[in-house]
């Protein structure tokens, strides 16, 4: 789940995992190094919410904008689980004007 830190990504995770889905919770906003829009919340917190109400969640530092970095997580996916069934992509890049 790509964006599992807050909104709409949050909630499709906490959806997914209520479904029975292990629950890849990823982005960049990790305690200690806080969202480039100023919010506090992180994937950990996603993760903790989702095993919080019985589900199955792992938060993973993600920066989606770095290529090698989402290959790597893939590779960590399918050798952990054998297969990915679905991805969600609710990321966001802050822009300048």
Do not use: W
């Not at 829009?37 to 950990?44: A, H, L, S, V």
């Not at 790597?72 to 969600?88: C, G, N, P, Q, T």
């Amino acid at each position: 789940m790509a964006g599992a830190t807050r909104g709409a990504g949050r909630g499709i995770a906490r959806a997914l995992a209520e479904a029975g889905a292990i629950v890849y919770c990823t982005g960049r906003s990790v305690p200690g190094k806080p969202s480039a829009y100023g919010r506090p919340e992180t994937i950990n917190e996603t993760a903790a919410l989702i095993k919080g109400a019985g589900g199955t969640a792992i938060a993973a530092r993600v920066d989606h904008t770095v290529e090698r970095e989402v290959a790597a997580l893939f590779r960590r996916i399918l050798r952990a689980h054998k297969r990915l069934d679905i991805v969600v992509d609710s990321v966001a890049e802050k822009t300048r004007c």
